[in-house]
């Protein structure tokens, strides 16, 4: 089996950055690609980046130029640097793992507030 565990939410002013974090543990931990979705109040759950085994990323144009997602894998962690941060970026972050045999796994969540 395989876990993910979010971590670096918060509350953050307008303009400001985080970085969120997602460790994989478990057996396995050979992914096709991480990926980095949120959902918020009231709004389907939307993708927002994709990073590849090799490291071909993709975002949503939403938060192009402004969010970065990179991969350690190595340490089976993948990273979101979010800068510029908006009130619309407001969500639950979660991320998510797919094998290459097509299994797919997700966190639970973590919050993002922007507000001033």
């Known amino acids: 089996q395989v876990q993910l565990a979010e971590s670096g939410g918060g509350l953050v002013q307008p303009g400001g950055s985080l970085t969120l974090s997602c460790a994989a543990s478990?057996?396995?931990?050979?992914?096709?690609?991480m990926a980095w979705y949120r959902q918020a109040p009231g709004k389907q759950r939307e993708l927002v980046a994709t990073?590849?085994?090799?490291?071909?990323?993709n975002y949503t144009d939403a938060v192009k130029g402004r969010f970065a997602i990179s991969r350690d894998i190595a340490k089976n962690t993948v990273y979101l640097q979010m800068n510029s941060l908006k009130p619309d970026d407001t969500a639950v972050y979660f991320c998510?793992?797919?094998?290459?045999?097509?299994?797919?796994?997700w966190g639970q969540g973590t919050q993002v507030t922007v507000s001033s």
């Open positions: 478990g057996s396995a931990l050979m992914f096709r690609t």
């Open positions: 998510n793992a797919v094998r290459f045999d097509g299994s797919e796994y």
């Open positions: 990073m590849s085994r090799g490291i071909r990323t």
